[in-house]
């Protein structure tokens, strides 16, 4: 089917729109629009305007716009050419004229819906019959009222293999086969597919019926029985209760995955209708891209047993590759044993919205599973952990946030398998003064704050490091867990780490170029600009002994010097507070140990100095 623009156009002059948007959001006259609360967020302050002369609404609290295609998309979670034909239908426009392939297509789906439809009636009429005692017993043990029942379409098939056949033989037997309620058995008649279970209809986005789910009513296998995938359902791509869901979920601004029919409906009575299902599988990749729709971070709250974890470890990986910036997911993990249709029985809605008012990051959910998936005593299970770590953040698609999770990852190892370092001791009288260990230096980062970093020393660093990449290595331990400071600098500085560890044989051309491929080009360029800069490592050529011995030194002062500040302000502030001889001395002691680090400083770049009057760039 081919819909040209000028259709289209026509499609949407006939469209009242403020007629189409009244039908579910009230709407009051504002000058020449019509203004409303937006449904797509919460709000108590009407931002929502609606102009028919130029036929777009327009939400200045959340931003929605769209036209009367985009609502129907948008807000009831139509898919485009179901939205198109149902506002063609409303306008009395005729859609264009389809290829006879699809529309021998589209009638054989409208007969499919059409029994569909009717197999669904013919469940609730035997719901509410005689036969359905036992299936209206088993929906009062659940607590499903008979209201409930009603808005879910709630039905009963009798034990029997014929009489859903006989109540649609005006259909005929291929047909129902092909729809997936009846069973076809080479030699043999067709006979009903459900029998003696709860029926639940699996609806699409336009709340037509396309397949069903059925209970069984006391002991027995299996549980639950779904219709088989057909020209109207395919379970990979369909989510139940996604035509209830996908308005309130933009109303509620989420959407929560539960692993069954029960627990949507428990959760609807219980007033939280944004709930969706899969259909007795994993999350698909469908699926997910669906949910991603209605929101940017899905809450998967799935049972609490073990089954229950392991599937939504199961979606987080499966979720990895699709992540993009502001698009991932996030869980709630109900106490051991209960899921959600249990919570709400036992504590109400508000025990339901306590868990989801702190909703587990997915980064978080991947680095438990993977912490808790061996020990971390040894130096190969602690490297194991960093391989494994890396492999989830590489499987990452999108650049970005693969970068983000590399560093984030990277950060958590560090600070997982590093010990805390030693408490500073400051000067003391009678004692040597104190100094840094043997460099390289070991774990020092944990105790430095952004804030106290010299970002003019973490330039010069980073300029060295990307100058020669190989003495990353040296000082991996250290770098892993030093945040250099916020901003542009930071983030050039998690990069080199980053791409360091992929490959411990860079040398800096390759590094330049991988740094500029990440959009670092001009920050790498304005550090390597060596004249600007009084240090050995900064600059193209120097002794390698020299390079190392001074980049060695310069990382030691830039770690030692914010600690150094801190406890020099903690001192002066108590001396301030209560002059002691203790107190003085200890204030004292720290100005020596500033002053000795502005002194080694100062002679790292003398020593440049010297070397670049001495060597051949001085003469």
Not at 333 to 349: A, C, N
Not at 539 to 553: G, M, N, P, S
Not at 601 to 609: D, G, S, V
Request: a neutral charge; hydrophobic letters at 40%; glycine letters at 8%.
């Amino acid at each position: 089917m081919s819909l040209s623009p000028a259709f289209l156009d026509e499609l949407r002059a006939r469209t009242s729109l403020s007629a189409l948007i009244g039908k579910t959001t009230k709407l009051q006259k504002a000058g020449r629009e019509m203004r409303g609360c937006c449904p797509f967020h919460n709000e108590k302050t009407p931002s929502f305007y609606v102009n028919d002369d130029k036929g777009f609404y327009h939400c200045f609290g959340c931003s929605a716009h769209g036209d009367a295609i985009r609502w129907m998309t948008d807000q009831r979670g139509l898919p485009f050419i179901d939205a198109v034909k149902e506002l063609a239908q409303a306008a009395g426009l005729e859609m264009p004229a389809q290829d006879r392939q699809s529309a021998e297509k589209a009638e054989r789906a409208k007969g499919l819906h059409e029994a569909m439809a009717d197999a669904a009636t013919w469940f609730t009429e035997q719901l509410n019959g005689l036969s359905g005692n036992d299936a209206r017993a088993l929906l009062d043990r659940r607590g499903i009222s008979p209201e409930t029942a009603r808005t879910f379409g709630m039905g009963f098939a009798p034990d029997s293999r014929g009489r859903l056949k006989t109540a649609l033989k005006d259909y005929g037997g291929p047909l129902l086969v092909e729809a997936g309620m009846l069973i076809q058995v080479e030699g043999k008649e067709p006979y009903d597919r459900f029998r003696g279970r709860l029926m639940i209809p699996i609806r699409d986005a336009r709340g037509r019926t396309i397949a069903f789910g059925g209970r069984i009513l006391d002991q027995g296998e299996p549980k639950y029985l779904n219709s088989p995938d057909t020209p109207l359902f395919d379970k990979g791509r369909t989510l139940y209760n996604l035509d209830r869901a996908a308005p309130a979920a933009r109303k509620a601004g989420r959407v929560l995955v539960v692993e069954g029919y029960m627990d949507v409906i428990a959760l609807s009575q219980a007033g939280i209708h944004e709930a969706v299902a899969p259909l007795g599988t994993a999350l698909t990749e469908a699926q997910l891209e669906r949910l991603w729709r209605m929101v940017d971070v899905p809450i998967l709250c799935f049972d609490g047993d073990a089954a229950g974890q392991k599937a939504a470890l199961r979606a987080a990986h499966r979720a990895l590759p699709m992540l993009a910036p502001g698009r991932s997911l996030s869980f709630v993990t109900l106490p051991e044993g209960q899921d959600p249709d249990d919570l709400v029985k036992q504590g109400g809605p508000a025990a339901m919205e306590a868990l989801l008012a702190k909703p587990e990051p997915l980064v978080e959910r991947l680095w438990q599973s993977e912490v808790a998936a061996e020990p971390l005593d040894t130096p190969e299970q602690r490297a194991g952990l960093k391989r494994r770590l890396s492999d989830l953040a590489n499987s990452i698609a999108d650049p970005n946030v693969k970068s983000e999770y590399l560093a984030e990852f990277r950060r958590r190892a560090d600070a997982q398998v590093t010990p805390q370092r030693k408490p500073f001791v400051p000067f003391q009288r009678g004692k040597q003064p104190w100094r840094p260990g043997p460099l390289p230096v070991t774990q020092d980062a944990k105790a430095v704050r952004a804030a106290g970093i010299d970002r003019v020393l973490a330039k010069a660093v980073l300029a060295g490091l990307i100058r020669h990449p190989a003495e990353i290595a040296r000082h991996m331990e250290v770098l892993g867990s030093l945040k250099l400071a916020d901003g542009a600098l930071g983030r050039l500085f998690e990069a080199v780490v980053d791409v360091a560890l992929e490959d411990r044989q860079l040398d800096s051309a390759r590094l330049v170029t991988i740094l500029a491929q990440s959009g670092f080009e001009g920050i790498a360029s304005d550090l390597l600009r060596a004249d600007t800069m009084p240090y050995s490592f900064t600059r193209k050529t120097a002794d390698a002994i020299r390079i190392r011995e001074d980049l060695d030194e310069a990382i030691a002062i830039l770690i030692a010097r914010p600690e150094v500040d801190a406890l020099l302000a903690e001192a002066t502030s108590a001396m301030q507070a209560r002059f002691t001889d203790e107190a003085f001395e200890r204030q004292v002691a720290l100005v020596r140990e500033k002053q000795a680090l502005e002194l080694r400083l100062a002679n790292l770049c003398q020593a440049h100095e010297d070397a670049r009057l001495s060597g051949p760039e001085g003469n």
